[in-house]
């Protein structure tokens, strides 16, 4: 049953006792909001059952938030990425600030178009699919019980896929600004990458179309030259993968820098790879390649004003090191024309999401077609 007590000059405390549920209790300023409030719960009893609110009623999105990334961000693969949309959310107090059951769709919408004025849909989607599974989480795993909003606010429009494309010159420009960075007599360095990793790394990547991570974490133990194979165990998409190797892409791995041979027992010599392939880390690899994007682009302009011509518009704009992986699946298909095949190089379970990847140029069919 129901009952409503005045508490000082202007609160209500309205309160709902039944046996075999826990006491539901809560404070209003206005009696007709307190009724309400016991209507609802006492309907609830009766029909749809008990559901307590108390936790959703004292918890802010912002302690949600924190502790999903406390406790939950971390066992994921893409944690850092998850941990730095989480800090981007929290900063907007007047969506975090409020109580979980105050986070309505409408609250969320005007949070919404406030991070459109300064990023893109995508951003934007992927922040909402973080919200989504907080929510989610914290309703299945924490007892906070409430709806989740994402599921009725309309989503920004999807940002088209990238068909970005290396020319055989801006192909030619890059691989160059990667080169060089070695140390002179005087201690300084030569103009080029200092990362002497950055440009097999770049080069396996368009033979391979392995993602950054794969390269990254892609080891000696799991690389065998003489059945020219690459084992990735973990993948992002949760599915362990053997790459094949070109003889292109094998002549890389065996160019790298190698260890001094060691002799055995028998004096003979052989050298032992072992750890990393590239080591080094994704920062250096970001901001390595965002160099030698722009000493490529400054060399380009620089031949092009010695040569006397212009310039070709959009030479190498709007790259990143992604792109290598479409460059490389568009070279694959030319050599794979079985879709299954060629998915099975690149890791795509969604043949949908392969096509995506998959940028032939236009030029190029019109040979084909004769």
């Not at 609830?44 to 004292?58: H, M, Q, S, V």
């Not at 409408?106 to 699919?129: C, H, P, Q, Y």
């Not at 000493?295 to 792109?323: I, N, T």
Request: with cysteine; charged share 35%.
């Amino acid at each position: 049953m129901g009952q409503i007590t005045k508490r000082g000059e202007y609160q209500w405390r309205a309160k709902v006792r039944r046996k075999g549920f826990p006491e539901q209790s809560r404070t209003f300023t206005y009696r007709e909001d307190a009724e309400k409030w016991v209507r609802m719960v006492e309907s609830e009893l009766e029909t749809t059952g008990f559901i307590d609110r108390r936790e959703a009623d004292k918890t802010t999105l912002a302690a949600v938030l924190q502790r999903y990334q406390r406790e939950v961000t971390p066992s994921k693969k893409s944690a850092a990425i998850e941990s730095v949309k989480i800090d981007v959310l929290l900063r907007d107090q007047a969506l975090v600030g409020l109580k979980m059951t105050a986070v309505t769709s409408a609250e969320v919408t005007k949070w919404r178009d406030r991070r459109l004025k300064d990023v893109t849909g995508g951003t934007v989607n992927r922040e909402i699919d973080v919200l989504s599974t907080v929510f989610n989480h914290a309703r299945r795993e924490w007892d906070i019980h409430v709806e989740n909003p994402i599921q009725s606010i309309k989503r920004p429009e999807k940002a088209r896929a990238r068909d970005r494309r290396f020319s055989s010159e801006e192909e030619s420009y890059l691989l160059a600004a990667l080169t060089g960075g070695e140390r002179l007599v005087d201690g300084t360095f030569s103009k080029g990458a200092r990362n002497p990793w950055l440009l097999p790394l770049v080069k396996l990547a368009i033979e391979t179309a392995m993602r950054r991570g794969e390269l990254l974490s892609l080891t000696w133990e799991n690389v065998d030259l003489e059945r020219q194979t690459a084992h990735l165990p973990d993948t992002k998409n949760g599915d362990a993968r053997t790459v094949p190797l070109s003889t292109r892409a094998v002549a890389i791995l065996k160019a790298l820098p190698t260890p001094e041979a060691e002799e055995d027992l028998e004096g003979n010599t052989e050298v032992q790879r072992s750890g990393a392939v590239f080591p080094t880390t994704a920062l250096a690899l970001r901001k390595g390649f965002a160099r030698a994007i722009e000493r490529a682009q400054e060399q380009y302009r620089a031949d092009c004003k010695q040569a006397k011509r212009r310039p070709a518009p959009g030479f190498l704009e709007d790259v990143h090191f992604h792109d290598t992986r479409h460059e490389a699946a568009s070279r694959l298909a030319e050599k794979l024309t079985n879709v299954l095949e060629l998915s099975a190089v690149t890791g795509h379970r969604d043949l949908r999401m392969l096509k995506r990847y998959y940028h032939p140029r236009a030029e190029d069919l019109a040979k084909k077609l004769g």
